[in-house]
């Protein structure tokens, strides 16, 4: 079972960019499939951002051209570069594998963008 760990949220203005941190616990981390999810408040948790051990990128479309992952095996991390931020990108981010493991979901960073 990997243990994830987010870090990076915060309150930022429409326009502005948050860099987002993930850490692993597990070595075999760097053979699977990982992702961004998230949790709006009264809505269902959405994965955003996708990124498989081969570093193979995919995006939903309301993040396609302003999110970028990435992710560095060696310190077994996964990033969520988000710039242009919205009102709409308002939520609880979180990281876990793809398809998810119920017992790796963290506690999430609260990203909230507002003027």
């Known amino acids: 079972q990997v243990q994830l760990v987010e870090s990076g949220g915060g309150l930022v203005q429409p326009g502005g960019s948050l860099r987002l941190s993930c850490v692993g616990s597990d070595s075999i981390f760097s053979d699977r499939t990982m992702a961004w999810y998230r949790q709006a408040p009264g809505k269902q948790r959405l994965r955003v951002a996708t990124i498989t051990s081969r570093g193979e990128t995919m995006y939903s479309e309301s993040v396609k051209g302003r999110f970028t992952i990435s992710r560095d095996n060696a310190k077994i991390t996964v990033d969520l570069q988000m710039n242009n931020l919205k009102p709409e990108d308002t939520a609880v981010y979180y990281c876990?594998?793809?398809?998810?493991?119920?017992?790796?979901w963290g506690q999430g960073t609260q990203v909230t963008v507002s003027s």
């Open positions: 876990n594998e793809y398809p998810p493991y119920a017992p790796s």
